[in-house]
Antibody, heavy 117, light 112 residues
Framework: EVQLVETGGGLVQPGKSLKLTCATS????????MDWVRQSPEKQLEWVAQ??????????YYAESVKGRFTISRDDSKSSVYLQMNSLKEEDTAIYYC????????WGQGVMVTVSS | DIVMTQAPLSVSVTPGESASISCRSS???????????VYWYLQKPGKSPQVLIY???SLASGVPDRLSGSGSETDFSLKISRVEAEDVGIYYC?????????FGAGTKLELK
């Protein structure tokens, strides 16, 4: 059974940091390109970041809205992908999903991040 | 960035009737390999998005053939025949041609 489980969300003040973890199992994680997609309280979906696999040198890509503040990484030995979020803003408030969107399109259940003072 | 424009924003359908959702991209989603990189997702209440249609017209695993996707390079549609209760939710089109991937605003389907 395929599982993607996101953890690490919560309530954080503007300017602070948070690190999300997506632990996966049941599929070929090491060859998967992994993404983070978020959904605002208004239900708009926004792609956040992508990390490719080892054969593609773990190349990373970011949405302009998070570039320089967020860092995506992965640990193939743990079948996990991470999202380090720094200098958080109120507009980063969303449900964050990890997914291999565009391939087998597995999605986690999502984790809520609320940025508020 | 490629802009995805969906219509309508909401639709109310009688069970057993059909529904159609449109999506337009600001740039051609047809790649030189002949594949059109538009995807359709359904988010059921309280759930994560799930893929319905990939590469414009291919039905994802487990998706009933009452659903179908079609289109051209920039204009796309999702058709749901014989709407059932399990079809309720928010439908999104998305382009996966290039980063940043972008999505439409969503179409909320409810039953009359």
């Amino acid at each position: 059974e395929v599982q993607l489980v996101e953890t690490g969300g919560g309530l954080v003040q503007p300017g602070k940091s948070l690190k999300l973890t997506c632990a996966t199992s049941g599929f070929a994680f090491s060859s998967a390109w992994m993404d983070w997609v978020r959904q605002s309280p208004e239900k708009q979906l926004e792609w956040v970041a992508q990390i490719k696999d080892k054969s593609n040198n773990y190349a990373t890509y970011y949405a302009e809205s998070v570039k320089g503040r967020f860092t995506i990484s992965r640990d193939d030995s743990k079948s996990s992908v991470y999202l380090q979020m720094n200098s958080l803003k109120e507009e980063d408030t969303a449900i964050y999903y990890c997914t291999d969107i565009g391939t087998t399109d597995y999605w986690g259940q999502g984790v809520m991040v609320t940025v508020s003072s | 960035d490629i802009v995805m424009t969906q219509a309508p924003l909401s639709v109310s359908v009688t069970p057993g009737e059909s529904a159609s959702i449109s999506c337009r991209s600001s740039k051609s989603l047809l790649q030189s390999n002949g594949i059109t990189y538009v995807y359709w997702y359904l988010q059921k209440p309280g759930k994560s998005p799930q893929v319905l249609i990939y590469r414009m017209s291919s039905l994802a695993s487990g998706v009933p053939d009452r659903l179908s996707g079609s289109g051209s390079e920039t204009d796309f549609s999702l058709k749901i025949s014989r709407v059932e209760a399990e079809d309720v939710g928010i439908y999104y089109c998305g382009q996966l041609l290039e980063n940043p991937y972008t999505f439409g605003a969503g179409t909320k389907l409810e039953l009359k």
